[in-house]
Nanobody
Framework: QVQLVESGGGSVQAGGSLRLSCVAS????????MGWFRQAPGKGHEGVAT????????NYADAVKGRFNIAQDTSKNTLYLQMNSMRPEDTAMYYC?????????????????WGHGTQVTVSS
């Protein structure tokens, strides 16, 4: 099994920045890809950004391109999401996710491991 624990959420004003972290533990050697999803109230899970663990290929949702940056520190089994120029529409619960193969990067169902989430609130 793989366990994912997020941290770093909070409240920020529009234009501000936050950095999320996710520490993976357990059988991390099975992982192919890690990423971040978010879920706003009343909406489904939205793929935000992912990174392939070997090779570092990244994917971003159009809504966050140029503002968010995903990175990993494989020596620490830690995933990061640096969020800059934040907007009220970025308000959501953010989840760390991991997959054992290279499925559809933005598809919720293609990720088998999930953290409990961390709340991010952006005020205008």
């Amino acid at each position: 099994q793989v366990q994912l624990v997020e941290s770093g959420g909070g409240s920020v004003q529009a234009g501000g920045s936050l950095r999320l972290s996710c520490v993976a533990s357990g059988y991390t050697y099975v992982l192919y890809r890690m990423g971040w999803f978010r879920q706003a109230p009343g909406k489904g899970h939205e793929g935000v950004a992912t990174i392939d663990i070997d090779g570092g290929t990244t994917n971003y949702a159009d809504a966050v391109k140029g503002r968010f940056n995903i990175a990993q520190d494989t020596s620490k089994n830690t995933l990061y999401l640096q969020m800059n120029s934040m907007r009220p529409e970025d308000t959501a619960m953010y989840y760390c996710a991991a997959a054992g193969d290279g499925g559809r990067w933005s598809e919720f169902a293609d990720f088998g491991y999930w953290g409990h989430g961390t709340q991010v609130t952006v005020s205008s």
